[in-house]
């Protein structure tokens, strides 16, 4: 459960958020943003002084993953909502404002586009701080670049989800005054992703490995596989296979042998997992995860009403190959009524949380949600090199035919068509679908063959009116003026 650690709302880049967000910590232990200790009485003028000052500091930081990759947050929407893999119908709250992601007819007064440029400025706020605070804090200096690197590691991941969502976006360094926000312009993408690029740099080279980090932590291999994705997405192949291959040859990670293993609530932070986000559940006042009750069909179930959010499409479903047992793993076909009836609907799989108890309506889910994982980096790196020995190794998992051989698949018959696809369905409704077509330049011609109303420019969200509306000097992107 959140608490406030300070007692003022914070100003800082009210231009930007017009309302700005509250700093705000967990509670537990000092190994993991689950778990941290509450403290009463503080604020910014004395709290960060000593280590524990700032481990707390720093895991209220990490708790803002749970905003930003929640199952109705910024990268579900834009991931998933926005590709092929799912579709929404009746789902609660503003209907129109959600349909307009699936049907690309996002405007400038989208509540739910202005609400994920709040998420994001919010969270930085929270990096920002901790950052800026360390500079003047008399500590360890290996302890400074330790938490610096964590949140230089989550500024990197959430500008980076930024630039490819609005493009040109204010890159704000510094936690700063309401008056210094009307000040900020939007940034040019290549600037943001040089910010992006020295960030993780720093992460990447601060950063302890995944044998020697508290599990949901940033690590190493964390910092070098977003890294690679990064650079991919910018054209870099080069740099992206030196750091990739970093992650392969530093023996941290390796797949699971069952991919439905990697589901199961008994088995969180596999060997598999490169960067995931921690969840108890089970009770109403730890941090419960809502991917199963949001993406169960909106239907009342047993205690609850599903969210309807990524319901899964045919075109999806069938992208599978026969025999292939991670459509199994992903898909759930459908739910028994209260009549005993069984309804057939296809929907997320991955994060089943059906025993998990209910409270209140809410489903207080205990499954993790996996960031990044060691199959993402066999993928990118096969993207990386043009190399299919790594989209083998993926494939060889689920027992496959190898792409190269007689038995594999004839459709997919390029090294790029055949990552397309092995991407698709090894990470299906994992939240990259969209960012992949996106980076590989394939988001027009796919979706658009799927009735899409896919453009170029609607490849960008509108800065939301509220912004253009407090900032003068933050200007439209083309086409939604």
């Known amino acids: 459960m959140k608490k406030t650690i300070n007692n003022r709302v914070v100003n800082g880049l009210k231009a930007i958020l017009v309302t700005a967000g509250m700093l705000t910590l967990t509670t537990g232990c000092k190994s993991s943003f689950l778990d941290l200790a509450p403290i009463s009485n503080a604020n910014s003028e004395n709290f960060y002084r000593t280590t524990a000052d700032f481990d707390l500091a720093a895991n209220a930081a990490m708790a803002t993953l749970y ?6 947050g910024p990268v579900s929407y834009a991931g998933e909502i926005q590709s092929d893999n799912v579709t929404l119908n009746a789902v609660a709250g503003i209907q129109a404002d959600k349909w307009a992601y699936r049907d690309y007819s996002i405007n400038s007064s989208n509540t739910i586009n202005y609400t994920f440029w709040q998420t994001y400025y919010s969270a930085l706020y929270n990096v920002n701080i901790v950052i800026q605070k360390l500079e003047g804090a008399t500590l360890d200096e290996d302890y400074k670049k330790s938490i610096r690197a964590q949140m230089q590691f989550l500024r990197g991941l959430y500008y980076f989800n930024m630039v490819q969502t609005w493009g040109d976006i204010p890159l704000v360094l510094t936690p700063i005054t309401a008056a ?4 900020y312009a939007r940034t040019a993408q290549a600037d943001v992703y040089k910010q992006i690029l020295t960030d993780l740099q720093y992460a990447a080279d601060n950063l302890p490995l995944a044998s020697a980090t508290a599990k949901g932590k940033p690590t190493q291999g964390a910092a070098k596989t977003l890294l690679g994705k990064v650079y991919l997405a910018q054209g870099d192949k080069t740099n992206a296979a030196r750091v990739l291959k970093e992650v392969v040859d530093s023996k941290q990670y390796s797949l699971v042998s069952s991919y439905a293993s990697l589901w199961s609530n008994a088995n969180k932070n596999t060997s598999e997992s490169i960067f995931e986000i921690q969840f108890l559940g089970g009770s109403p006042t730890t941090p419960f995860s809502e991917y199963y009750q949001t993406f169960f069909p909106a239907v009342s179930y047993t205690g609850y009403i599903g969210g309807g959010i990524n319901q899964v499409t045919n075109d999806l479903w069938n992208e ?10 992903s898909i759930d076909t459908g739910y028994v009524d209260a009549k005993g009836v069984f309804q057939a609907v296809r929907f997320p799989k991955k994060w089943n949380d059906k025993t998990t108890p209910v409270t209140t309506g809410k489903v207080l889910g205990i499954s993790n949600f996996v960031v990044l994982r060691y199959a993402d980096a066999l993928l990118l790196l096969t993207e990386a090199t043009d190399d299919p020995t790594y989209l083998n190794q993926v494939r060889a998992r689920v027992g496959l035919p190898a792409y190269g051989t007689a038995n594999y698949p004839a459709r997919y018959n390029s090294v790029p068509l055949a990552l397309e696809h ?3 369905v090894e990470l ?10 996106k980076r590989t330049s394939r988001a027009i011609p796919v979706l658009t063959a799927k009735g899409k109303a896919a453009t170029q420019q609607r490849l960008i969200a509108p800065i939301p009116l509220t912004v253009l509306q407090q900032n003068s000097v933050i200007t439209q992107n083309p086409g939604y003026n």
């Open 422 to 424: 092995e991407r698709r």
């Open 428 to 437: 299906a409704l994992e939240f990259h679908r969209w960012f992949d077509l």
């Open 67 to 72: 905003s930003v990759y929640g199952p109705e």
């Open 320 to 329: 599978f190959e026969s025999g292939d047992p991670r459509r199994t793993a």
């Open 180 to 183: 210094e926000s009307y000040t």
